[in-house]
T-cell receptor, first 114, second 111 residues
Framework: EPEVTQTPSHQVTQMGQEVILRCVPISNHLYFYWYRQILGQKVEFLVSFYNNEISEKSEIFDDQFSVERPDGSNFTLKIRSTKLEDSAMYFC????????????FGQGTRLTVV | GQSLEQPSEVTAVEGAIVQINCTYQTSGFYGLSWYQQHDGGAPTFLSYNALDGLEETGRFSSFLSRSDSYGYLLLQELQMKDSASYFCAAPWSTGFQKLVFGTGTRLLVSP
């Protein structure tokens, strides 16, 4: 069964450092998302990406965040200068056609900023 | 604004039926999804209601009432493996470009 894969599963970084979280969405999907979940809290939307550009972003997704689909398969989230409050689980998700309502989530990257 | 509210926790015993409610406030609404998340795992899709009424998928059913800005997930014949967090979620733009999740309900199933 096709799945969304994310690497690494756990990333520890020092405050102020840049991190790149990587995702390989399901190959024929067209819509890509990043979400984050602080421990014990709800899943929060960060950004959606379609047709090689950001289609929606939340207020959380400020200038410190960026996304890329550099090679047609990978989908990355970059945090330029991490803060302690960026510590969370980051989930990548993808969706097929416009009429498909199901989003498929990866297993997540746990980011710990120290 | 966009918000979906759920009870924080629900407890039930094996074999029972449980209902998890979701109320929402929105300036635009296109339907309601439900996701299951086990501890440490990824959210997995359960159902989607585009129209009012009940959708049944095996032991799980989902209901939507647009006039009441309300939906629920009904889980029947509860099993221990159903212990998880359940989130309602709604796409808040055409094309489902933004899927907003509810506050989440932790379901604890006991023997």
């Amino acid at each position: 069964e096709p799945e969304v894969t994310q690497t690494p599963s756990h990333q520890v970084t020092q405050m102020g450092q840049e991190v790149i979280l990587r995702c390989v969405p399901i190959s024929n999907h067209l819509y890509f998302y990043w979400y984050r979940q602080i421990l014990g809290q709800k899943v929060e939307f960060l950004v959606s990406f379609y047709n090689n550009e950001i289609s929606e972003k939340s207020e959380i997704f400020d200038d410190q965040f960026s996304v890329e689909r550099p090679d047609g398969s990978n989908f990355t989230l970059k945090i330029r200068s991490t803060k302690l409050e960026d510590s969370a689980m980051y989930f990548c998700a993808s969706r097929g056609q416009a009429t498909n309502t199901e989003a498929f989530f990866g297993q997540g990257t746990r980011l710990t900023v120290v | 604004g966009q918000s979906l509210e759920q009870p924080s926790e629900v407890t039930a015993v094996e074999g029972a039926i449980v209902q998890i409610n979701c109320t929402y406030q929105t300036s635009g609404f296109y339907g309601l999804s439900w996701y299951q998340q086990h501890d440490g795992g990824a959210p997995t899709f359960l159902s989607y209601n585009a129209l009012d009424g009940l959708e049944e998928t095996g032991r799980f059913s989902s209901f939507l009432s647009r006039s009441d800005s309300y939906g629920y997930l009904l889980l029947q014949e509860l099993q221990m493996k159903d212990s998880a967090s359940y989130f309602c979620a709604a796409p808040w733009s055409t094309g489902f470009q933004k899927l907003v999740f509810g506050t989440g309900t932790r379901l604890l199933v006991s023997p």
